[in-house]
């Protein structure tokens, strides 16, 4: 079992920063990809990025791509968002799974351990 924990969600203005972290504990050397996924009011939970637990190679959804970098120390995961725009506010949701594949990294059910959540809202 993997305990997630996100923390770093808050208001920030359009054009703004944030960095969101997500602390693992628990079973994490079973641990093989986590990502970030988000949810809009009254949309779906959508894929923003992921990244082996070993380390790099990363991937983005193409709202993510050149705005947000994810990256790992040790037991904690970040979300670095920069030029925040409105469309950028959700819950964003820290998540892991046990095993790789390319193919369905975007899709929030292949993973098997989540986090509460931490709201981003970003104000014009």
């Known amino acids: 079992q993997v305990q997630l924990v996100e923390t770093g969600g808050r208001l920030v203005q359009a054009g703004g920063s944030l960095r969101l972290s997500c602390a693992a504990s628990g079973h994490t050397s079973s641990l093989d990809t986590m990502a970030w996924f988000r949810q809009a009011p009254e949309k779906e939970r959508e894929f923003v990025a992921a990244i082996r637990w070993s380390g790099g190679p990363t991937y983005y959804a193409d709202s993510a791509k050149g705005r947000f970098t994810v990256s790992r120390d040790e037991n904690t995961l970040y979300l670095q968002m920069n030029n925040l725009k409105r469309e950028d506010t959700a819950v964003y949701y820290c998540?892991?799974?046990?095993?790789?594949?390319?193919?369905?990294?975007?899709?929030?059910?292949?993973?098997?351990?989540w986090g509460q959540g931490t709201q981003v809202t970003v104000s014009s």
């Open positions: 998540a892991a799974r046990i095993y790789f594949s390319f193919y369905d990294v975007g899709r929030p059910s292949s993973f098997n351990s």
